[in-house]
């Protein structure tokens, strides 16, 4: 079945870098677009980009330029996203999601779990 | 930007009674392009209806979604103890990708 099994809680000083993983299993990694998502306390989710695992592709909420990378490693089916510069209101749920498309929708049929990142001093 | 506003923000209902759920856009949305989720506390989303009315598989067909343009709909028909969750709109037509800001549905 699909899985997406994200890397765990983290606790980052401000101006830090964090990392997430995302691990797929149980369909084809380069097949489906990654997308990531946050939610922080009490906010609504948050688009921050998306991945094409095939090609590395990546589109970037303007929010998060210049200190957002996404990238993934197919020979472990992992997809990664790195957050740098990191501020208390970063402090959220980050959760990466794979996308189906069904033309002419697309949506998010498979979530990972959800990783908590803190960032305080 | 998309903005997405919920309505309301939370929903007191018992079971057995009928739920429905506003998602206004600040813009047109074509239909193919609005998505609905569930969150339970401590879980990630679930999807639950696409293209604005298309049930996701394994969705019981007392949730269903309309609408078009600017204004969307999902319906609960008889809430099932199960149903008590926060739900989300999305819409997946233009970037940035936006989320309304959910309604809480809660147990009365």
């Known amino acids: 079945q699909v899985q997406l099994v994200q890397s765990g809680t983290e606790v980052k000083k401000p101006g830090a870098s964090m990392k997430v993983s995302c691990q797929a299993s149980?369909?084809?990694?380069?097949?489906?677009?990654i997308h990531w998502v946050r939610q922080a306390p009490g906010q609504r989710l948050e688009w921050m980009g998306w991945?094409?695992?095939?090609?590395?592709?990546?589109n970037y909420a303007q929010k998060f330029q210049g200190r957002i990378t996404m990238t993934r490693d197919t020979s472990i089916r992992t997809a990664y996203m790195e957050l740098s510069r990191l501020r208390s209101d970063d402090t959220a749920v980050y959760y990466c999601?794979?996308?189906?498309?069904?033309?002419?929708?697309?949506?998010?049929?498979?979530w990972g779990q959800g990783t908590l990142v803190t960032v305080s001093s | 930007e998309i903005v997405l506003t919920q309505s309301p923000g939370t929903l007191s209902l018992s079971p057995g009674e009928r739920a429905t759920l506003s998602c206004r856009a600040s813009?047109?949305?074509?239909?193919?392009?609005l998505v609905w989720y569930q969150q339970k506390p401590g879980q990630a989303p679930r999807l639950l209806i696409y293209?604005?009315?298309i049930r996701a598989t394994g969705i019981p067909d007392r949730f269903s979604g309309s609408g078009s343009g600017t204004d969307f709909t999902l319906s609960i028909s008889r809430l099932e103890p199960e149903d008590f969750a926060v739900y989300f709109c999305?819409?997946?037509?233009?970037?940035?990708?936006?989320f309304g800001q959910g309604t809480r549905l809660d147990i009365k």
């Open positions: 999601a794979r996308v189906y498309c069904s033309s002419p929708s697309c949506y998010y049929d498979y």
């Open positions: 149980g369909y084809t990694f380069t097949g489906y677009h």
């Open positions: 991945i094409n695992p095939s090609s590395g592709g990546t």
């Open positions: 813009q047109s949305v074509s239909n193919s392009y």
């Open positions: 293209g604005a009315s």
């Open positions: 999305q819409q997946y037509g233009y970037l940035p990708l936006t």
